[in-house]
Nanobody, 124 residues
């Protein structure tokens, strides 16, 4: 059974940091890719970062240099380290798993297993 559970969201001032975690079931963690996505009110869900089973990682240009995706194979956990947060990073953040070979493009349509999300709010 594929299960994903995000945690670590919260409220922070601009310039601050947060680390999101996504605890995954073995079925989810063994997928081709896991990724982070976000959705702000009134906006479409967008990809933030993805990491493959082998550890190859990609990060969206909008967060490059500020966000880092990683995973801990011993804990079946995916992470998103977010530094220098900006108000425009405010959104619900989701982790997801994919078997699609294009999953490193972090397109939401390529992911079919999703967590419930964790809210990140950045104030100016």
């Amino acid at each position: 059974q594929v299960q994903l559970a995000e945690s670590g969201g919260g409220s922070v001032q601009a310039g601050g940091s947060l680390r999101l975690s996504c605890a995954a079931s073995i079925d989810a963690y063994s997928r081709t890719c896991m990724g982070w996505f976000r959705q702000a009110p009134g906006k479409e869900r967008e990809g933030v970062a993805a990491i493959s089973r082998s550890g190859a990682a990609t990060v969206a240009d909008s967060v490059k240099g500020r966000f880092t995706v990683s995973k801990d194979n011993a804990k079946n956990t995916l992470y998103l380290q977010m530094n220098t947060l900006k108000p425009e990073d405010t959104a619900m953040y989701y982790c997801a798993a994919s078997e699609n070979w294009l999953c490193l493009l972090y397109r939401p349509r390529d992911y079919n297993n999703w967590g419930q999300g964790t809210q990140v709010t950045v104030s100016s």
